[in-house]
């Protein structure tokens, strides 16, 4: 029954910014470390950023530190990822779930794409 829907996604130009949404559901949210993935074309997933159960500690790929900023709200059940800056190295489709157990159920993901 766990289940993420991602949502935010778009184009934009290079610089720009997007916020991208995760909303959960089958677990208890708030126990959970969790991060978003992205995945480009012929590439394998990789991690983006990590955020702890209560957010209190954030870890970002190298890539994307300082630009990007990971957050979530236990009680809408919520994660979020606001992307500034934007480079054509982002152009993926953007996924959320748990850092250690990583459920099976991924969402449909949401697509970035940034393109001038």
């Known amino acids: 029954q766990v289940q993420f829907v991602e949502s935010g996604g778009g184009l934009v130009q290079p610089g720009g910014s997007l916020r991208l949404s995760c909303t959960a559901s089958?677990?208890?949210?708030?126990?959970?470390?969790m991060s978003w993935y992205r995945q480009a074309p012929g590439k394998e997933r990789e991690l983006v950023a990590t955020?702890?159960?209560?957010?209190?500690?954030?870890n970002y790929a190298d890539s994307v530190k300082g630009r990007f900023t990971i957050s979530r709200d236990n009680v809408k059940n919520t994660m979020y990822l606001q992307m500034n800056s934007l480079k054509f190295e982002d152009t993926a489709v953007y996924y959320c779930?748990?850092?250690?157990?990583?459920?099976?159920?991924w969402g449909q993901g949401t697509q970035v794409t940034i393109s001038s």
């Open positions: 955020i702890s159960n209560y957010g209190r500690v954030t």
């Open positions: 779930n748990h850092r250690y157990s990583v459920s099976n159920s």
């Open positions: 089958g677990f208890t949210f708030s126990i959970y470390p």
